[in-house]
């Protein structure tokens, strides 16, 4: 074999599989807003030459520069999970109608099992509701080819294209071989179409006609579509599925005939019909909603699905083999690994932030970030999470609803990214509607969460180059809260008295509490003095223990160790703090009545 015909396979994860099918594909313009699984893409995009990769402040703004680049005929791709989609239904939606020139598309990463999400809706119905093409591939393999792909497909039928994966196929990872760079031969450039590109109510009518048409056009196309293929096998048993589902069902189920589905909307119902008259049972496997299976039934197809496959969580081979066949294979034993509930980092300046809140005894709006771990005892100060940006309009609503009894009671607290992501507009309809609340802005300088992403607040761009910093305190002031102030959370007097201040207020007011995320490289390099215990002063009273600070560790006692250590027989244990954990944020000495925490000697 000669070294020009010998092909490179690299072993990729969905995510980056998705960022090489763009690159080969040729794609321009890529934005998206982090969110786990989908994050890597945009991560991994930004390393390719040739194209232009950014961090979007939301999902929806992320799908409108995507379809901008589009409608100037240059490859474009916008990357969310899949709660991510919701946010940008609305560009979305509209997308569908005006269709491309350049290919678009959009990759939703689904999350069943909510291994870091808030709910585990199954995107498929978005496909359905837009009335766009999706795509779903089962390895990495696919996934690169299905995105390559998409941007072709894209162009040929005039729509945006879904690419779906979930979890396990965004994060596991496979061969897969590369390609060469095929980018679109579209020229660039904004051709004037009001009728395609501007949808007032007539044109809209217009185009709806025309996503109808380009509908049954992808039905048919979907026939001979070779992402849609029967394998045959053992013909007692048909499965239909598709995505990682189908790797569970060859695994559970290897002599069963199946239909992979690689293409999940529109669906090929010649090719289903055939494969349902040439076996004699036939089962769905699809994981979460009976979105193959309702297809199906409505064809007039007697199908086994949900009944027997479950609707929530993810499925594992073991699961499908027991919902089909109902062999109950024993499990293994389970591993013992101790339960560590998930925890703030050592040092975190959320902790400290919430350990203050919490003094003042107030009901606490909270949104989704880290910080939402401090629902979790020992801080448990946080009251409500439901979606990014919920924090602020929750606040306001509570309060409008309590009335004079809310004042001072409500507290909305939100980090800076998600701030910037949907909380701006939720403190400009509280000055708006003359509301009161206290908002406070959690300013970590990242996106922490979803593994330190920088936003429109840090200054820095996707590719780590500076560029303007959001000043946020100044924002708060322009959308008209006259109240703004900045504190260190570790100052934990001086951030309880701004909190008890302006809880007490009539007015509405913002509080930026600004430390540095204890994961930052920056803020890693930082010398700090560590904290130690006196072991002699310690009265075991586990006051600091409220912190819930994964650096401070208990040492339990029995009666004669504790007099042989010179306590008294009834204390439990003494407090010790691992100091390659501790990142002396100081917060911990505030605690501890007894002052025996102190600056560690060198
Ligand atoms: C619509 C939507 N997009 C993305 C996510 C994923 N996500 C959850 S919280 C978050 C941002 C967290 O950053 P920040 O608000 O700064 O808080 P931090 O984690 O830094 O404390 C992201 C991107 C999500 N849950 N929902």
């Not at 240059?74 to 991510?84: C, E, P, S, T, Y």
């Not at 034993?333 to 975190?348: D, I, K, M, T, Y």
């Not at 042989?564 to 027989?569: D, L, N, T, Y």
Request: charged residues 20%; contains cysteine.
């Amino acid at each position: 074999m000669s070294v020009q015909s010998r092909e490179v396979v690299r072993l990729l994860s969905g995510n980056q599989a998705i960022a090489r099918g763009a690159y080969e594909a040729g794609v321009k313009v890529a934005a998206a807003y982090p969110g786990t699984p989908s994050t890597e893409v945009l991560e991994c995009l930004a390393e390719y030459d040739g194209l232009h990769a950014e961090w979007a402040p939301n999902e929806k703004v992320a799908m409108e520069v995507a379809l901008g680049a589009a409608m100037v005929g240059a490859r474009a791709l916008a990357a969310m999970k899949h709660v991510g989609v919701n946010v940008a239904a609305d560009p979305i939606f509209t997308a569908s109608y005006t269709g491309v020139r350049g290919g678009l598309v959009i990759v939703t990463a689904d999350d069943p099992e909510m291994h870091s999400s808030q709910n585990e809706q199954d995107n498929r119905h978005y496909a359905q509701a837009a009335k766009i093409p999706m795509l779903e591939p089962a390895d990495s393999a696919e996934t690169k080819a299905y995105t390559k792909f998409a941007f072709a497909l894209s162009e040929r039928f005039d729509t945006p294209v879904f690419l779906r994966t979930t979890t396990r196929i965004s994060h596991a990872t496979g061969p897969v071989p590369l390609g060469e760079v095929e980018p679109s031969t579209t020229p660039l450039g904004f051709v004037e179409d009001p009728a395609k590109w501007v949808m007032l109510p007539a044109n809209a009518r217009r185009r709806h006609a025309v996503v109808e048409e380009r509908m049954r056009a992808l039905r048919e196309f979907a026939e001979t579509f070779e992402g849609n293929r029967i394998e045959w096998g053992d013909r007692s048993l048909g499965v239909i599925t598709a995505g990682v589902a189908y790797q569970y069902v060859r695994e559970a189920l290897p002599h069963a005939s199946v239909l992979k589905l690689g293409m999940v909307h529109p669906l090929p119902e010649r090719l289903i019909c055939a494969f349902a008259a040439g076996v004699q049972r036939l089962v769905v496997v699809e994981e979460l909603d009976p979105i193959l299976e309702t297809h199906v039934r409505a064809m007039g197809i007697p199908v086994e699905g949900k009944e027997r496959v479950p609707i929530q969580g993810e499925l594992t081979p073991r699961i499908v083999r027991t919902a089909v066949t109902g062999e109950v294979t024993p499990l293994r034993e389970p591993a013992s690994v101790p339960n560590r509930p998930p925890n703030l980092c050592a040092g975190c300046p959320h902790r400290s932030l919430f350990f203050a809140l919490n003094k003042c005894k107030v009901t606490v709006t909270g949104d989704i970030g880290c910080y939402t771990l401090a629902a979790l005892p020992p801080l448990k100060s946080m009251d409500t999470c439901v979606c990014m940006g919920a924090s602020i309009g929750n606040a306001h609503g509570m309060e409008k609803a309590l009335g004079a009894a809310g004042r001072g009671k409500v507290v909305a607290v939100i980090g800076d990214s998600t701030f910037v992501h949907s909380g701006i507009t939720g403190l400009v309809n509280i000055v708006y509607n003359r509301g009161f609340s206290t908002v406070i802005i959690l300013d970590n300088g990242t996106t922490a969460m979803t593994g330190a992403q920088d936003h429109p607040g840090t200054g820095k761009t996707l590719q780590g180059e500076p560029t303007h910093r959001l000043d946020l305190a100044l924002l708060c002031r322009a959308i008209g809260v006259e109240h703004v102030y900045t504190v260190n959370p570790h100052d934990q007097v001086e951030t309880e008295a701004v909190l008890r201040r302006e809880l007490e207020r009539d007015a509405p007011s913002v509080i930026i509490a600004q430390a540095s995320c204890v994961l930052l490289p920056e803020h890693r390099a930082e010398q700090r003095p560590r904290r130690e215990v006196i072991p002699e002063l310690c009265n075991g009273c586990r006051a600091c223990g409220m912190l819930g600070c994964p650096a401070i560790e208990w040492l339990p006692l029995t009666p004669e160790e504790a007099v042989a250590a010179g306590k008294k027989p009834t204390q439990k244990g003494i407090v010790r703090i691992n100091r390659l954990m501790c990142d002396g944020c100081n917060v911990c000495p505030e605690v501890c009545k007894v002052r025996a925490m102190v600056e560690a000697g060198q």
